[in-house]
T-cell receptor, first 116, second 111 residues
């Protein structure tokens, strides 16, 4: 069974500082990894994904994430946080080799607050 | 515009009164899924469908039904809603290695 852990319920960062939202995963095969963001009263919006290739992937709004196979991690990062980045962030994993290969498992979410 | 459309956005109902939340996608995706979102629990999958007439249980299927008679539609049915089904519900669709597309959510309150 696949699983995702987001160890921090909340992350606070000052505007202009770098931010990191942590994610670790467990999956039997090679993972597809995703980050989504949720703004209040909205659905989830896709930020970025790792399928294969370069371990550093770049996504929307200046976000990036680094895939680390040995540590089974996929942390979300941004060099300089904006107040508008304040939202709920979800990490998700898929095992494309399984019978339910579309199945996406989500972490519990991390609330990011960027302080002006 | 590619989108997943859920209706209604907000719904208040009473215990035991059958309801249906509709979901429709215009991207010809094979895969569709329903999730519920609760504080501190993240998103939990209710049911999913790999294609027309193919549905399967997710992690929390009790009290829910689904059907997939057409590729574009995947309604969620609560035959006898209970207060513990008060939640925020999301429909999603996808295909291949692409990320899932999500609807804007349905906030259900069962009193």
């Amino acid at each position: 069974a696949q699983s995702v852990a987001q160890p921090e319920d909340q992350v606070n960062v000052a505007e202009g500082n770098p931010l990191t939202v942590k994610c670790t995963y467990s999956v039997s095969g090679n993972p597809y990894l995703f980050w989504y963001v949720q703004y209040p009263n909205r659905g989830l919006q896709f930020l970025l994904k790792y399928i294969t290739g370069d371990n550093l992937v770049k996504g929307s709004y200046g976000f990036e994430a680094e895939f680390n196979k040995s540590q089974t991690s996929f942390h979300l990062k941004k060099p300089s946080a904006l107040v508008s980045d304040s939202a709920l962030y979800f990490c998700a994993v898929r095992d494309p080799s399984g019978a339910g290969s579309y199945q996406l498992t989500f972490g519990k979410g991390t609330k990011l607050s960027v302080i002006p | 515009e590619a989108q997943v459309t859920q209706n209604p956005r907000y719904l208040i109902t009473v215990t035991g009164k059958k309801l249906t939340v509709t979901c429709s996608q215009n991207m010809n995706h094979e895969y569709m899924s329903w999730y519920r979102q609760d504080p501190g629990l993240g998103l939990r999958q209710i049911y999913y469908s790999m294609n027309v007439e193919v549905t399967d249980k997710g992690d929390v299927p009790e009290g829910y039904k689904v059907s997939r008679k057409e590729k574009r539609n995947f309604p969620l049915i609560l035959e006898s809603p209970s207060p513990n089904q008060t939640s925020l519900y999301f429909c999603a669709s996808g295909t291949g290695g692409s990320p899932l597309h999500f609807g804007n959510g349905t906030r259900l309150t069962v009193t």
